[in-house]
């Protein structure tokens, strides 16, 4: 993936996480429980654009957050 677009994905990921007002540490719980091994440590390196995110991750944070895969990417 283009290091730029998981930049703007990761900076997307944080604005919806903050707009819940949950820590990283919140929703990487939320996200293991939902079946995603992830931790915090993970979870930041991907709002960085650091770690590339996988398609069940998204499909996790899709779910946890409500929204669209387009508002996900937007």
């Known amino acids: 993936m283009n290091a730029a677009y998981e930049k703007a994905l990761g900076r997307n990921i944080r604005k919806l996480r903050m707009e819940r007002k949950l820590s990283q540490e919140q929703l990487s719980a939320q996200l293991q429980v939902n079946g995603c091994d992830i931790t915090r440590s993970a979870l ?28 996900l990417f937007v």
């Open 44 to 71: 930041a390196k991907i709002e960085a654009g650091q770690r590339h995110i996988y398609p069940d991750e998204l499909k996790c944070l899709q779910e946890i957050f409500a929204v669209s895969y387009d508002q």
